[in-house]
């Protein structure tokens, strides 16, 4: 079995809590993690980096590089 490294990207390594959403910086759609986006094959519950990498933004089309996130309290 390989042992696959976990990803561990620069920035991404805060706390995540269960409401984090990410907010896209071109047109302030936001990606509720708790929500999902079950319209996008993305289920409830899914964190930000289980989204997949080609995945963009379904209003402006931005990719998910360039989202920006947004913490709930
Ligand atoms: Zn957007």
């Given at each position: 079995?390989?042992?696959?490294?976990?990803?561990?990207?620069?920035?991404?390594?805060?706390?995540?809590?269960p409401g984090a959403r990410?907010?896209?910086?071109?047109?302030?759609?936001?990606?509720?993690?708790?929500?999902?986006?079950?319209?996008?094959?993305?289920?409830?519950?899914?964190?930000?980096?289980?989204?997949?990498?080609?995945?963009?933004?379904?209003?402006c089309g931005m990719a998910?590089?360039?989202?920006?996130?947004?913490?709930?309290?």
């Amino acid at each position: 079995m390989l042992d696959l490294p976990e990803l561990d990207l620069p920035g991404l390594g805060l706390d995540e809590g269960p409401g984090a959403r990410w907010m896209c910086q071109v047109c302030g759609f936001v990606y509720d993690q708790a929500q999902g986006l079950p319209e996008e094959g993305i289920a409830p519950g899914t964190s930000w980096e289980a989204v997949p990498e080609d995945w963009a933004c379904p209003e402006c089309g931005m990719a998910k590089a360039d989202f920006a996130m947004e913490r709930l309290d």
